[in-house]
């Protein structure tokens, strides 16, 4: 719960304020409690960098998620928590993209304001949430959940 309520939503807006400073925007305000959010001024910057500064809050997470130790099960299991986390941002992030404008799931989803900066088609940037779906698949099995747990608990 802790994961899911502080560490995700700290690392999504870290996310985005790093990349806000890469590309040279000036932050205003960084807030997690009661509501994560980061406001900067993007007035100067190209669509591009506003899209990566778009991008990188649900990116940051999953970074940070595949450089945790996998030695101890508690670092371990952090790591299976962001993974997991950042999965469902992926995916609810595709599901804003493919249901109908009245229907949307998060009217403040990253994806959405990055969508509207978007050049392409919005169906090649669900399809890149998709593969960063099967990507983080991959990432949890690869580490082997069943096993973990089962070693821990001695099962």
């Known amino acids: ?12 807006e870290s996310g985005h304020s790093i990349a806000a400073f890469a590309v040279g925007a000036e932050i205003k305000e960084f807030s997690i409690l009661p509501v994560p959010y980061v406001m900067c001024n993007v007035a100067a910057l190209t669509n591009w960098q506003q899209m990566i500064i778009g991008v ?3 990116l940051f997470p999953l970074f940070i998620s595949l450089i945790v130790p996998r030695r101890w099960f508690w670092s371990w299991y952090i790591r299976f928590l962001l993974m997991g986390i950042s999965l469902l941002a992926f995916v609810i992030s595709a599901a804003t993209l493919i249901l109908p404008n009245g229907v949307q799931l998060n009217p403040q989803d990253d994806m959405l304001q990055v969508a509207d900066l978007w050049a392409g088609s919005p169906v090649s940037l669900t399809l890149i949430l998709c593969v960063m779906c099967i990507a983080t698949v991959i990432f949890i099995s690869r580490d082997r959940p069943g096993r973990m747990i089962c070693k821990r608990f001695g099962l």
Do not use: E, R
């Not at 719960?1 to 999504?12: E, G, M, Q, R, S």
């Open 56 to 58: 990188a809050g649900v």
């Open 1 to 12: 719960l802790t994961v899911a309520i502080v560490v995700y939503p700290f690392l999504h």
